[in-house]
């Protein structure tokens, strides 16, 4: 699939040399781990389900990759970078049939609004954007290898893949039974159905009904589930032990325990990734916003009424990508005074040293991708800058220029 057109990433290593290492929250250990990619960096990215415009929680997940991707490169590392489309899935089925459109239509105008608003709010494309639909070859691959390998069964023309054949099953999430099977209800499972050997096996394959989209494959005519798509993409373009698996912390289970089992199981190796990272909740009055239930601020909307996408990006910047926590509109009005006391500041051309500036935006970042500590660090030299105009003492001519830049390759906002 074709993804969005990249912004410009000035390169910092001329002026500043290598940023320090990247240190983030593994979700599979519960502490910090230092990222040490060997060669390429390798980032695998849960993509959008293209029934509904992007809201503010999907923006808010796919800034916190993005500043990691921002912080790899400035690092010195180049980064391969993978993030799907469930572009053929129940909700997306769902939705479609109820507003009367194609299934098809859908998903592509709403993955296009996706991709204009990744683009607006300056968020570094994937290297590869790839979609379940393009995927169904690979995906009937997998489930071919989890057959030879005895890690699959049928329940009335559906196939299924066991858990028991992960011996890790349950590592990643590290939940009690009855909390997974309570998610997994809860999360697009169906752990109730009759004839499966244990409630939390998942569905790799569902034979085509009624008037479902359906393929034909040598699974006979169907579609896919939804976590093998996305371990078939991940094993496709990045193999195992990739270096971060990414997505909001609503896919910790099942989705991205179901995903590295059923690498597990595929491959017969260990670890799908070697770390796993999830950004909190967004949420708008009280409850997590979501497309299903509708309690929504679309980026898009914003957008549309006016606000500069740099606000939108700086809005959700300063919120720690790891926290829950409710949007509201004093979120968009701090953000905009910000944004125009930065612009003020650093088109004053002088100002105070940019030394401090860079080791503490750079340390902040580094220790967990700390946006909201980045974004007071730029708070003090603007300050500085504005409050001490004029004045000689300590100011350089070129540190407008330069803070431009590192607020431009770190922080992806165009001052
Ligand atoms: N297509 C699947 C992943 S393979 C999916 O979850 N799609 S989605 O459209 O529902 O969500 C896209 C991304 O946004 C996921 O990483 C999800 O965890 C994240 N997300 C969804 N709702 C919120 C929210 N309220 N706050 C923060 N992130 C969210
Ligand atoms: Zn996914």
């Known amino acids: 699939m074709r993804a969005w057109q990249s912004p410009d990433v000035p390169s910092?290593?001329?002026?500043?040399?290598?940023?320090?290492?990247?240190?983030?929250?593994?979700?599979?250990?519960?502490?910090?781990?230092?990222?040490?990619?060997?060669?390429?960096?390798?980032l695998y990215v849960c993509g959008i389900t293209p029934y509904d415009a992007t809201h503010l929680g999907h923006a808010a997940t796919y800034l916190a990759f993005d500043l990691l991707v921002r912080a790899w490169r400035d690092g010195g590392h180049d980064v391969v970078?993978?993030?799907?489309?469930?572009?053929?899935?129940?909700?997306?089925?769902?939705?479609?049939?109820?507003?009367?459109?194609?299934?098809?239509?859908?998903?592509?105008?709403?993955?296009?609004?996706?991709?204009?608003?990744?683009?607006?709010?300056?968020?570094?494309?994937?290297?590869?954007?790839?979609?379940?639909v393009e995927s169904i070859p690979l995906v009937v691959r997998q489930i071919e290898e989890?057959?030879?390998?005895?890690?699959?069964?049928?329940?009335?023309?559906?196939?299924?893949?066991?858990?028991?054949?992960?011996?890790?099953?349950?590592?990643?999430?590290g939940l009690d039974r009855e909390t997974m099977v309570a998610l997994f209800r809860e999360r697009g499972g169906d752990p109730d159905r009759q004839g499966k050997k244990d409630p939390l096996d998942c569905l790799v394959w569902q034979q085509q009904r009624g008037d479902d989209?359906?393929?034909?494959?040598?699974?006979?005519?169907?579609?896919?589930?939804?976590?093998?798509?996305?371990?078939?993409?991940?094993?496709?373009?990045l193999g195992m032990a990739f270096d971060v698996n990414g997505g909001g912390s609503d896919l910790t289970f099942p989705h991205h325990e179901m995903c590295a089992s059923e690498a597990h199981a595929v491959t017969g190796e260990r670890p799908f990734a070697q770390t796993y990272v999830h950004a909190g909740m967004v949420g708008l009055d009280g409850e997590k916003m979501s497309k299903s239930k509708g309690n929504l601020v679309l980026v898009s909307t914003v957008r549309r009424a006016g606000t500069d996408p740099m606000a939108i990006r700086l809005a959700l910047l300063a919120h720690h990508y790891r926290d829950d926590w409710e949007w509201t509109d004093g979120?968009?009005?701090?953000?905009?005074?910000?944004?125009?006391?930065?612009?003020?500041?650093?088109?004053?051309?002088?100002?105070?040293d940019v030394g401090n500036l860079l080791i503490d935006l750079r340390s902040a970042l580094a220790r967990d991708l700390d946006a909201p500590q980045a974004l007071l660090a730029v708070d003090n030299w603007a300050e500085g800058a504005i409050t001490e105009a004029g004045s000689p003492a300590g100011h350089h001519p070129q540190a407008g220029r330069l803070v431009r830049d590192l607020v431009d390759a770190r922080l992806g906002v165009l001052l």
């Open 12 to 42: 910092l290593t001329d002026s500043f040399g290598f940023a320090p290492t990247v240190v983030v929250h593994d979700t599979a250990t519960g502490g910090y781990v230092a990222t040490q990619p060997v060669d390429a960096a390798r």
């Open 213 to 237: 989209p359906g393929w034909e494959s040598s699974l006979g005519t169907g579609r896919p589930g939804w976590h093998l798509e996305c371990t078939a993409i991940a094993l496709e373009y």
């Open 81 to 132: 970078y993978v993030q799907n489309v469930t572009d053929v899935d129940d909700p997306l089925i769902e939705r479609a049939r109820e507003s009367g459109v194609d299934w098809e239509k859908l998903a592509e105008r709403e993955t296009e609004l996706f991709r204009e608003d990744m683009a607006e709010l300056r968020v570094i494309p994937p290297d590869h954007y790839i979609g379940a």
């Open 146 to 173: 989890l057959r030879a390998r005895g890690a699959l069964y049928e329940v009335d023309g559906d196939l299924y893949f066991p858990v028991s054949a992960d011996p890790t099953f349950g590592s990643l999430s």
């Open 331 to 352: 979120d968009l009005a701090e953000a905009e005074r910000r944004l125009s006391r930065w612009r003020e500041a650093v088109a004053l051309g002088a100002g105070p």
